[in-house]
Structure formats: structure tokens, C-alpha cells
T-cell receptor, first 111, second 114 residues
């Protein structure tokens, strides 16, 4: 079982829909990151969370440390939001902080 | 400010050939990383360098070597490429190894080994 699990793996939505991507993890973490990867493109960091909730434009990220769960929400989705969204946790492994990555959620928003 | 740059963007090799992937960052970061990304799997750490002059193995180091040439540059070498090394390779950097540090990624190198 992967230490970081994302759901769904694939998601197709109509423009304007509210989207939720979930991330569950089984290790102790110091922080959780949401990353965005556009087709053929690089990877950019959207949020870093250690507690609570963060908002940036139409994107909202939440984390529940007790339940070891985080969600990424996209309000009023747009075709330009089509990308792979990756959850990554920062965890202390053998005395060194390491990232453990989920396999990503591929989002396609249709016009 | 280019951030993290990688060369080349694409490469095709034959089995047994060697090549070096180059990575440079202009953010004065101490730590640099090489990852590979394969379909259906999360990014996996190949090697990292916590600071200039140090390198350490990650999760999947076999078949690779690295050089931290200076603070800016961190290269990844495949001495004898194998089809299992077909992947997309990402370089990343961060200010320091910490509990909440953010990594900045390069655009990736798509490598195919025939």
C-alpha cells in the first residue's frame, strides 16, 4: 500500500463545476504540498500546509492532521485548470526530511 | 531569474550508451535533487545533495551517478543506459533541508532508451 494515496486517479468535469481531489497518507508528516503539473510541463507548488486551510484564487486546500487527510478544491473550474495534481508529504525518514509523492490526479475540464 | 533549468529537454539513447543530464538553479539554494517520474507511480528520488560538496542516495540510485559541481549545478549521469531508465527526469532545488521547505522543479527531461 502506498504511503500517500490520491483519489480519484482521473477526473473529468464540465467548466464551472466544483472539483475536489483527495489525499490520504499513512506516515507522520511535517507538511503537505499540493503540486500542479501541466501536460508536457514542469511541476509547480500550489500550497504548503501544516494545518488548517489555505486559499489562493479559486483554489482551496485543507488538511486534517488527526485524520491524515487533505483535500484540494477548485471552484468555478476552467479548462486551463486541466493538469495533473500531485499530493506530496514531507516526512522524517531515517533522520532526513524527504518528500513522499502520490501518483497524481489527472483532471480534465471540458469547455 | 530562470529558476531551475534542465538540459536536454528530450533525449533518445540506445542501450549501453551514456549521457549526462544537466541541472542548474539561480536561487542560491543549498539543496538539489534528482527525481524520476514513471506512469502510475509517484516521483521517486534518485539522488540528492543537501549542500555543496555532499551527495546521498535516494530511493532508486542504481544505474546513476551524480556530481554537485558547485552550488548552482547538479548533474545526473547514466553510465550504461538501460530500457528500464526510460522515464521523465526532474531536477529540483530547495533553500535547505527542513521540515517545511518548498522544492522548486525544473521543466523535466524526457529520456527514451531503446
Amino acid at each position: 500500500k502506498n504511503e500517500v494515496e490520491q483519489s480519484p486517479q482521473n477526473l473529468t468535469a464540465q467548466e464551472g463545476e466544483f472539483i475536489t481531489i483527495n489525499c490520504s497518507y499513512s506516515v507522520g508528516i511535517s507538511a503537505l504540498h499540493w503540486l500542479q503539473q501541466h501536460p508536457g510541463g514542469g511541476i509547480v507548488s500550489l500550497f504548503m500546509l501544516s494545518s488548517g486551510k489555505k486559499k489562493h484564487g479559486r483554489l482551496i486546500a485543507t488538511i486534517n492532521i488527526q485524520e491524515k487527510h487533505s483535500s484540494l478544491h477548485i471552484t468555478a473550474s476552467h479548462p486551463r485548470d486541466s493538469a495533473v495534481y500531485i499530493c506530496a508529504v514531507r516526512s522524517l525518514v531515517s533522520g532526513t526530511y524527504k518528500y513522499i509523492f502520490g501518483t497524481g490526479t489527472r483532471l480534465k475540464v471540458l469547455a | 531569474n530562470a529558476g531551475v533549468t534542465q538540459t536536454p529537454k528530450f533525449q533518445v539513447l540506445k542501450t549501453g550508451q551514456s549521457m549526462t543530464l544537466q541541472c542548474a538553479q539561480d536561487m542560491n539554494h543549498n539543496s538539489m535533487y534528482w527525481y524520476r517520474q514513471d506512469p502510475g507511480m509517484g516521483l521517486r528520488l534518485i539522488y540528492y545533495s543537501a549542500s555543496e560538496g555532499t551527495t546521498d542516495k535516494g530511493e532508486v540510485p542504481n544505474g546513476y551517478n551524480v556530481s554537485r559541481l558547485n552550488k548552482r549545478e547538479f548533474s545526473l549521469r547514466l553510465e550504461s543506459a538501460a530500457p528500464s531508465q526510460t522515464s521523465v527526469y526532474f531536477c529540483a532545488s530547495s533553500d535547505r533541508e527542513s521540515s517545511t521547505d518548498t522544492q522548486y522543479f525544473g521543466p523535466g527531461t524526457r529520456l527514451t532508451v531503446l
